[in-house]
Nanobody, 121 residues
Framework: QVHLVESGGGLVQAGGSLRLSCAAS????????MGWYRQAPGKQRELVAT???????NYSDSVKGRFTISRDNGKNTMYLQMNSLKSEDTAVYYC???????????????WGQGTQVTVSS
């Protein structure tokens, strides 16, 4: 079993910054792509950013230039630095990881429980 735990959410004023963390633990042999997703009230969950195991990144247009995704493979941890926050960034942020639990195992999708980010205008 693999567990993902997010932290770092909270309340911040528009224009401020927050840094989210996602720590993976459990039966982990290798983590492939990791990503951040978010879901605002009444809306579908959407992609924020992804990062591959060798550091290639992808961002949604709405956060490009403001958010930075990174990861520490040695710590099985991923980060999301969020700058210039806007009220429309308010959502529950979820981390996702594709994890193999053995050398020849297949990759499964795992999700964290989510962390609330609220940006006040």
């Amino acid at each position: 079993q693999v567990h993902l735990v997010e932290s770092g959410g909270g309340l911040v004023q528009a224009g401020g910054s927050l840094r989210l963390s996602c720590a993976a633990s459990g039966s982990i042999f290798r983590i492939n792509t990791m990503g951040w997703y978010r879901q605002a009230p009444g809306k579908q969950r959407e992609l924020v950013a992804t990062i591959t195991s060798d550091g290639n990144t992808n961002y949604s247009d709405s956060v490009k230039g403001r958010f930075t995704i990174s990861r520490d493979n040695g710590k099985n941890t991923m980060y999301l630095q969020m700058n210039s926050l806007k009220s429309e960034d308010t959502a529950v942020y979820y981390c996702n990881a594709k994890v193999a639990s053995s050398r020849f195992g297949i990759y499964y999708d795992y999700w964290g429980q989510g962390t609330q980010v609220t940006v006040s205008s």
